[in-house]
Each structure stands twice: as C-alpha cells, then as structure tokens.
C-alpha cells in the first residue's frame, strides 16, 4: 500500500482497515510508501491507525497503537518468559509485553521499537523481589536514563514509548 505524500505540516490521516480481521494490509518500503517504518507497518482487518505527515522528513508517522472501535489495541504477548539476566524483552507486535523473571534480573534490553510513538506495557508477573533492570547503556538496553531508571518489581508494570529520533523508550509519566 502506498500512501500519496503530505499537503502541509502536521496533516492527519485516518487509515482504516474495514476488512476481516485476516485481511491485514502493509505498506511498501518507506522510500515508496511515504510511511516512516515502511512495511512494518502493518494494519490488520478491523483497525485503525491516525498518521501525522512530517513536512521535514515528508514521511507519514503512525501515532500510537492500531485502535480497535476507537481503543488501543493492546496485543498481548502469546508467552510471559523469564528474560534470563541480560535477555530482550520482545516488543514486536504488542502492547503488553509479558515476562516472569523466576530471580531479579539486571542488565535486560527492551526490544527496539517499530514506528515513532510506539507504546507498550512490560508487565512483570514475578514474584515481588523478582525485579528487573535495564542495561545501564541506554544504547544497549534502547531505554532512555537506563543507568538511573527504577527496577520494575514483580507484580507491577511501566508504560514505555519509543521516540525514534533518539532511537530509545522513555517511560511514559
């Protein structure tokens, strides 16, 4: 899918996916498409996705999550693993990233993010003491203030947003 290229700064488009849910659209590359993460953007049947066109860029960037009936769509994680010490937490495709540390956990990454104001939960469904921490390099774990961001305890969560021109997630206060 191509979308035809911004008329002025700051332009807002609604793209929705009236088909069945199986019929998911993607977008070509960024340089044909004129959308920012290009085929990675992927809008499945029954959801929406508001654009905003970047005049600087002249690229179209999705604005949060793909909306079901006007919600964020929060796609789970099919599994909650134990990230294991240093391990990625996945961010592809959901919403709600799920993990289960079995011991606390120091030195983890958060998956880089796909589009520009991407959001997602990372839930920890460990134990209390069961905590996780990010690398301390923001350039390794993509978290902003990596060295200086709280653990996130079992049973508690903290909602990230990837901002792509510094290519990190900050936490979303």
């Not at 796609?75 to 909650?80: D, E, V």
Request: charged share 5%; glycine share 10%; proline share 5%.
């Amino acid at each position: 899918i191509i979308m035809q290229a911004g008329t002025q700064p700051g332009q807002l488009c609604l793209v929705v996916n009236e088909a069945s849910v199986a019929n998911s659209i993607a977008f070509a590359a960024a340089g044909t498409s004129n959308v920012a993460d290009g085929s990675n953007n992927v809008l499945p049947g029954h959801h929406a996705r508001l654009f905003v066109w970047d005049s600087s860029t002249n690229l179209w960037y999705g604005l949060g999550q793909p909306t079901v009936l006007g919600t964020i769509a929060t796609n789970m994680s099919a599994t909650s693993p134990d990230p294991g010490v240093a391990g990625t937490i996945n961010t592809a495709g959901v919403g709600v990233a799920l993990v289960t540390p079995a011991a606390a956990r120091s030195g983890c990454i958060l998956q880089a993010g796909t589009y520009n104001g991407q959001e997602v939960w990372v839930v920890n469904q460990g134990a209390g003491a069961n905590s996780i921490t990010w690398n301390t390099t923001p350039a390794t774990s993509n978290v902003a203030d990596s060295a200086t961001e709280s653990a996130i305890a079992g049973l508690k969560a903290r909602k990230y947003v990837w901002i792509a021109a510094s290519n990190l997630w900050y936490p979303a206060q």
